[in-house]
């Protein structure tokens, strides 16, 4: 999956090339929160100059994902606790929502994928690197996404996507919760091929719960440090 990106960055702009570099690197934590993003240092680093950097920054900083501070300059936006539960409140209504609709709405050709997506993260937990782990986390429910047939709920949520995947890849760089992630998505595939909506809603909140507890957990942690 890498590799294709990489092959399709070859014909983006240089600032959109630039702007996906940097957005990757804060997703998965390359470029840590509170990191400062030093103009001349970055592009030095991906061989380009200052201005797509600095038009990259601005974009970034478009989506909460870069903070501006006056005279000290850009860095990456600090994963709080507040902006933690800000998001996964509003998730965790979507998700069930999808879940709920998934029930109803989806094709048999969506459930294969999603029984395929369902195996293909529990391959990954035991094969892949964290990163392949959270996409592959990303992809199971994005089947359920897809199914729901709402344009806008489905726009909605992407808006949310990459909010979300920081939190997501905090969650996952931990491998003790992956044989709860594998538990958790079994049985929500299972109640969605039921077309069990109750279940489904129900489980789909248990599991941003658990995710927000774990986080939380570690935040925590990394404070008292």
């Known amino acids: 999956m890498m590799e294709l990106e990489e092959n399709e960055d ?20 390359e470029l840590k929160p509170g990191e400062r993003l030093m103009e001349i240092h970055l592009a030095n680093q991906l061989d380009v100059s200052r201005t797509p950097i600095r038009e990259a920054i601005r974009k970034l900083e478009n989506e909460g994902l870069v903070r501006i501070i006056p005279r000290s300059g850009a ?26 609709l998934a029930c109803s709405r989806m094709t048999e050709e969506e459930k294969k994928k999603l029984q395929e ?11 892949g690197s964290y990163a392949d782990v959270a996409e592959a986390d990303v992809a199971f429910h994005e089947v359920i996404t897809q199914s729901t047939k709402n344009a806008r709920l489905i726009e909605i949520l992407h808006m949310l996507a990459d909010q979300m995947y920081r939190y997501r890849f ?18 929500l595939q299972q109640a969605i091929l039921e077309g069990d909506t109750v279940k489904a809603s129900e489980l789909a909140k248990e599991h941003i719960d658990r995710q927000e507890e774990a986080i939380l957990r570690h935040l925590r942690k990394e404070v008292k440090r």
């Open 170 to 187: 905090e969650y996952i760089k931990d491998d003790t919760n992956y044989g709860q992630l594998i538990r958790e998505h079994r049985a």
């Open 75 to 100: 860095q990456v936006a600090q994963i709080s606790e507040q902006g933690l539960k800000d998001v996964l409140e509003v998730r965790r209504s979507l998700d069930a929502l999808s879940a709920e």
């Open 10 to 29: 070859q014909y983006l702009p240089l600032r959109e090339t630039v702007y996906k570099k940097l957005r990757k690197q804060i997703l998965t934590g």
């Open 117 to 127: 997506a369902c195996e293909f993260f529990e391959k990954t937990t035991k094969t």
